[in-house]
C-alpha cells in the first residue's frame, strides 16, 4: 500500500496532507489499468492508448462488458437513492471508488440530503491523481477520500472514523472490488470485518462478476484470462453461491441478488449482465 494520502472538503473548507496531484504515487501507462479501461469503457477520458487497446480487445472477446460497464454505475445510482431517500442513510463509506464520473455517490446522497457525509477509499495512482473531483461536497456535508488497500480493512476503518460516526448506520460500497481479492475466504473476511464494525442498520452494497452461464457469464472465462495476461491488477469472477456468502448475516433487500442491472431497474425488460448485485442490511 502506498502512503497515505487524505484530503477532506466540508463546503469550501478544504484541508489536506499531501495534495494529490504533487505526492508520490506513480502511473505506470505501459500497462491497462482497471480504473482505467473501465473509464474507458463508460466513455470517460481518464484513459490512455494501453488501456484503449486492451479494452477494445476484451469488448471483442466478451461484448457485454460496455453494458456491465454501465449498468453497475447505474445499480449504483439506484442503490444509493434507496439508502439516502428511503433508509435515512447519512453516512456512506465508499470502498474501491474506481475515477471519478457523473453522478459520484457523494452527489447522488447530497441532492437527496445535503448533510451526508462521504469516504471515498482507493488505492490505485491514477484515482488518487483525480481525487480533488471527488470532493466537491455540499457545504452542509462532507467528502473525504484515503488512500488505502481493501485488503487493510482495520486501517480503512481507523481512517474512515475521523469523518464517519461508526456508532451510526453506514452505507457500504463494495461495487466491483472483491473480484480484485482473488481468494474467496480472504474476501469474506474482508467484508465480515468492515461489517462487523459498522452499526446495525447499516448496509452493505455490492455488485461481482460471475461466470455463470444463465446470465451469460462464460465469455468472462477468456475475457479474464486475457485481462490477468495483458493488464493489473489481476480479476477474478465468482458463482451466484459464492458472491451470496459475502451476505451472510445481512437482510437482503428485495429483489436480492440478481443481475445488477435488473436490481429495481426502471424497465421491466432490462437484460440480464453477468454481473451480480445486491443490497443487505445490518439487523
Known sequence: MTAEHRNRQKGDDVTEGDSPTGGPARLNTSVAHNARVWNYWIGGKDNYEVDQRVGEHVAGMFPVIREVARADREFLARAVRLLAAERGTRQFLDVGTGLPSEDNTHEIAQRI?????????????????????????????????????????????????????????????????????????EARAIVRRLMAALAPGSHLVLTHPTYDGDVGGEGNVAAMEFWNAHATPPITARSRAEIAGFLDGLELVEPGLVPCSQWRAESASAAAVPQYGAVAVKP
Open 113 to 185: 440530503a445535503p448533510e451526508s457525509r462521504i469516504v471515498y477509499v482507493d488505492n490505485d495512482p491514477i484515482v488518487l491523481v483525480h481525487a480533488r473531483s471527488l470532493l466537491t461536497s455540499s457545504p452542509e456535508g462532507v467528502t473525504d477520500y484515503v488512500d488505502a488497500d481493501v485488503r487493510d480493512p482495520d486501517g480503512i476503518l481507523q481512517r474512515a472514523g475521523e469523518t464517519l460516526d461508526l456508532s451510526r448506520p453506514v452505507g457500504l460500497m463494495m461495487l466491483g472490488i472483491l473480484n480484485f481479492v482473488l481468494d474467496t475466504g
